[in-house]
């Protein structure tokens, strides 16, 4: 939920801007196999460029004007993070002529770095021993589409079950690795798999993983440089997120984007100039929602008074231009109030939560809930506290939190503990009611990890595959409170027989399917 953020020039975000962390010899060259392409192939995946539209439709008078022309069998082409770039690509897929196929083998070469063979001749490296991670996914006039499935392929030194003939599993669904490669016994490494499975190796971890029809991966972070608690609003076909921005005199940058994955800048809520008169600094946890047939942005900031107050700004669009209200939304002399967040229910009632910020005066956190009026613009009618910091791993507080409704029942998602180290973590509680009472699972569903510290503070959307998604900040592992900042991830929620949401895998950090 905190603090001050600091924003870098943004030159490309998600998978597109990686780049290989290992460097190759010259045999291997970042490049394709000579035997596998033209010297004018340009590092794609056909020796010949698939066919414009124009070239692939047939002549106009040979078309009946009752039916359009099939369009021809592709296949996009997609590498995870490890691939060994060429430097003349920008991108990290490819879209080949017809239908391409890999067996999931990874191929350690000389250097240290690896490859794949694909039907069709071509041979991307990957750094690293085993890092080959392909995502194949056919489009046209291929036949019936395939369902997303996995082909887990084991390397050298895989401890095989002695009723596995095969070095490899296909599994129905996306399945991921969920954690770093660790020691389990004298020689003998691991990784766990997001499925649960815990492959183990004399020696390195080799796995690499082949994913068809899962419609593409990415690898956090999607954001790659200081966003902290991001809140993102689903608008149609498009998402839009805002970040913190502290004290920064263009306030609150928000960020556009189609998938999740690749955001681009949008400009701020409060560029120069528009912060309300009564606002003087600390501006946190912007959320757009829409409500009473507008959009509003919730915030906190601190107001003349030297208290953290809650306010809102209109806009007849997501991205603005947003006109803020000249009083806070919400403030008590008392105490300070921060995150505030609304939800609108499946009756279109609109609802505010917000935290009481205790923690800066040595009391408790409460977390209260509260219709609004239906311009959004008021609180109204009975106030209940949701929760507060009462379990142990809460720590001094509880806080970011965000509201939806699934099955009939509510869920707050909220994070809890110290917010620069790695200790901030997620929880969630629920409730028949949005004025409770609501009752928390208990231990939290997102943790610190090797890759990641104090992940937490984010917003629950609805993905392009339709699933559940969260959209959280964490710090670089081993650099909480410091690094690049707080850098924005995205991971997919799922929910179990008990009705609880969790995130497999969470926080991930190698290559895998989109949400």
């Not at 694909?118 to 990957?126: D, R």
């Not at 589409?145 to 401890?159: F, I």
């Not at 991205?319 to 939800?343: N, Q």
Request: net charge negative; aromatic share 10%; charged share 20%.
């Amino acid at each position: 939920m905190r603090r001050v953020a600091v924003f870098l020039a943004l030159a490309g975000c998600g998978e597109g801007a990686r780049v290989a962390d290992a460097a190759t010899t010259p045999a291997a060259d970042a490049r394709l196999n000579d035997a596998a392409r033209s010297p004018t192939a340009d590092a794609r995946v056909n020796d010949a460029s698939p066919p414009t539209p124009d070239a692939a439709s047939p002549p106009l008078d040979a078309t009946p004007r009752d039916a359009s022309p099939p369009t021809p069998c592709a296949t996009r082409v997609q590498y995870g993070a490890r691939w060994i770039r060429p430097p003349e690509r920008l991108d990290d897929l490819d879209v080949a002529a017809g239908r391409v196929t890999w067996d999931g083998v990874c191929t350690p070469d000389a250097a240290g770095n690896s490859f794949a063979t694909l039907s069709n001749g071509w041979q991307p490296y990957f750094s690293g021993p085993s890092g080959c991670r392909i995502a194949l996914d056919t489009m046209g006039d291929c036949g019936q589409a395939a369902a997303c499935a996995t082909r887990v392929t084991y390397g050298a030194g895989w401890r095989a079950p002695p009723d596995h003939p095969q070095a490899f599993d296909d599994v129905s669904g996306a399945v991921f690795a969920a954690a770093v490669c660790r020691d389990a016994g004298p020689g003998v490494r691991a990784i766990a798999l997001s499925n649960g499975w815990v492959p183990h190796f004399d020696g390195e971890c080799a796995v690499a993983f082949a994913w068809t029809g899962c419609g593409g991966v990415y690898t956090n972070p999607v954001i790659p440089f200081d966003c902290p608690d991001p809140g993102v609003l689903r608008d149609g076909d498009r998402y839009v997120m805002a970040c913190t921005s502290g004290g920064a005199p263009d306030a609150f940058p928000l960020f556009e984007s189609a998938d999740l994955v690749r955001w681009t800048p949008r400009g701020h809520i409060l560029p120069r100039g528009a912060w309300p008169a009564w606002v003087v600094g600390d501006l946190w946890a912007p959320e757009v929602h829409r409500v009473g047939g507008r959009y509003i942005a919730y915030f906190s900031a601190r107001s003349v008074s030297g208290q953290l107050a809650l306010g809102a700004a209109t806009a007849d669009t997501p991205l603005g231009p947003f006109t803020a209200l000249d009083r806070p939304l919400l403030e008590d002399p008392a105490m300070g109030l921060i995150d505030a967040s609304a939800f609108v229910d499946a009756r279109g009632g609109a609802w505010l939560s917000w935290k009481e910020d205790g923690n800066a005066v040595g009391r408790s956190t409460p977390i209260h809930v509260q219709a609004l009026t239906p311009d959004g613009l008021r609180v109204t009618g009975p106030r209940a506290t949701a929760i507060t910091n009462d379990l142990p791993w809460e720590g001094a507080l509880v806080e970011g939190q965000f509201i939806v409704e699934r099955g009939g029942r509510f869920f707050m998602f909220y994070s809890a503990n110290a917010y620069y180290d790695a200790r901030y973590a997620v929880g969630v509680a629920r409730a028949e009611t949005l004025l409770g009472p609501w009752t928390k699972r208990g231990d939290p569903i997102l943790m610190s990890n090797a890759a990641w510290s104090g992940p937490g503070h984010g917003s629950v959307v609805v993905a392009p595959s339709g699933a559940d998604a969260f959209v959280y900040h964490a710090w670089v592992g081993g650099q909480a409170g410091g690094g690049p900042g707080r850098l924005v991830l995205v991971d997919s929620l799922t929910w179990g027989a008990d009705g609880w949401p969790s995130l497999p895998g969470a926080p991930t950090f190698d290559t895998r399917p989109r949400p």
